[in-house]
């Protein structure tokens, strides 16, 4: 009888108060799968597995801990998840550029319009004023795509973006440390911050099936606030900023 007692596991305490979320070999996975479908994805030129498998191996992993309500976690995990991927991006772009230009669509011509931009001043791609059909199209996409989806079609808008925004620096800093300063565009870095806290808080509901909107921002309402207030931040120093830290790569 004895035997048998600890021969089920299962039934014993310490089984059923297991959290993954508290198990460091998942925190260690994340990151594993974090480095491995940037990097190799991107090391073989494919600008659409590339974000693809990005995407549904974080909407599971950002699951886990926002199905328990553990949102602390959640945005460690998510935060932690877009800072390798960004670092895999920049490290790969600028010591293998025309490898990792093709995993980025167009990537030749956005790596082009950067440098114009760097030495003219015009036309900074991707900016709201030039491209505010894509900007809308990424606005909502990240929400209201969240929103409906668990998350997952934000995520593939915010992955897609980070991927871009580290090729750009990477490639930019293949001119030296001035260009590594000016690929850290400030307002896209606010942006990005801003979409992922609205990514988590939106991923919610679906996940829950709670969708009483008092509820979040009752419980969630710095979250939601620093993330807006993040995302109008962006929009401001794009418009103001950009000419100023150009100088950087002036000077």
Aim: proline share 6%; aromatic share 12%; with cysteine.
């Amino acid at each position: 009888m004895r035997d048998s007692v600890q021969a089920a596991p299962n039934g014993s305490p310490k089984a059923r108060n297991y959290d993954l979320v508290k198990d460091p070999l998942y925190y260690i996975t994340f990151c594993f799968f974090a480095l491995l479908t940037t990097a190799l994805p991107a090391a073989l030129g494919q600008p659409n597995f590339l974000p693809i498998v990005q995407t549904v191996a974080i909407t599971l992993f950002l699951a886990v801990p926002l199905r328990r309500g553990r949102i602390t976690t959640a945005l460690i995990v998510l935060s932690s998840w877009l800072f390798l991927q960004l670092l895999v991006m920049i490290l790969g772009s600028l010591l293998l550029p025309l490898v990792f230009e093709r995993a980025i669509h167009d990537g030749f011509a956005y790596h082009r319009a950067l440098l114009e931009w760097s030495v003219t001043g015009l036309n900074l791609p991707g900016a709201i004023i030039h491209s505010p059909g894509a900007r809308i199209l990424e606005f909502f996409g990240t929400l209201m795509g969240s929103l409906l989806s668990a998350g997952l079609i934000g995520l593939w808008f915010l992955v897609r973006a980070v991927n871009q925004f580290g090729y750009g620096i990477g490639r930019l800093a293949v001119e030296g440390p001035p260009g590594l300063i000016l690929g850290l565009m400030p307002w896209r870095l606010a942006t990005l911050a801003g979409y992922a806290g609205l990514v988590v808080m939106l991923a919610q509901p679906l996940l829950t099936n709670n969708w009483n909107p008092a509820h979040y921002f009752s419980r969630q309402r710095r979250l939601a606030t620093v993330s807006a207030l993040l995302i109008v931040l962006g929009l401001i120093l794009e418009f103001a900023l950009p000419g100023l830290w150009r100088l950087i790569w002036v000077l």
